[in-house]
């Protein structure tokens, strides 16, 4: 799926959720897209901003932030109000070392910036967005445009030339195959 190719019921386990084929990376549990980081060496000193978009998904989230820490890379953790009910930002602020921006911020607002605007600056200061896991809400909010919370914000406010946005989608099979997610 990291390879642009969409996935059939043969990639999917009992409850729907697609499963990857092939040699993984980042510590045996996720593969990142190629284009985008070319090899594993390509994250050190990088500095990616972990969005966590809400869904049961988000507990792999907390393996994924060691695992590009391991690879060198300095993660910051924005997380989603929805996410937010399936892992805490205590947990993701333990694990990336740095205070995680959640809820609290869903304005945009927060005093901790010397501007006051988070989504500009984490996104300036990003040389990725992931997106992960990026539930099908989260993923229609962004093709919509929506800002209704810090990560869409920062999705949004992001130099686009400069820093991409990955999105590693997470739902089951028929969310996945609707119109609306494709």
Not at 22 to 51: E, Q, R, W
Not at 99 to 122: C, Q, T
Not at 143 to 156: N, P, R
Request: proline share 5%; charged share 20%; hydrophobic share 45%.
């Amino acid at each position: 799926l990291a390879q642009g190719r969409h996935h059939t019921a043969g990639d999917e386990d009992k409850f729907g959720h697609v499963r990857t084929k092939g040699k993984p990376s980042l510590g045996g549990k996720f593969k990142l897209y190629a284009g985008t980081f070319g090899c594993m060496n390509d994250l050190l000193g990088k500095h990616i901003v972990l969005g966590l978009s809400g869904g049961i998904a988000c507990y792999k989230a907390a393996e994924l932030c060691r695992a590009l820490i391991k690879e060198g890379a300095t993660v910051q953790v924005v997380m989603t109000a929805a996410a937010e009910q399936f892992i805490t930002p205590v947990t993701m602020q333990a694990l990336s070392n740095r205070p995680v921006y959640g809820s609290h911020n869903a304005s945009g607002f927060d005093a901790r910036e010397a501007n006051g605007m988070p989504h500009i600056n984490l996104s300036r200061e990003a040389d990725a967005i992931l997106v992960a896991p990026c539930s099908a809400d989260f993923m229609v909010k962004l093709v919509h445009g929506g800002a209704d919370d810090l990560l869409s914000l920062m999705c949004l406010a992001r130099p686009v030339a400069k820093v991409p946005l990955l999105l590693a989608p997470a739902m089951n099979r028929e969310m996945w195959a609707h119109p609306a997610t494709q």
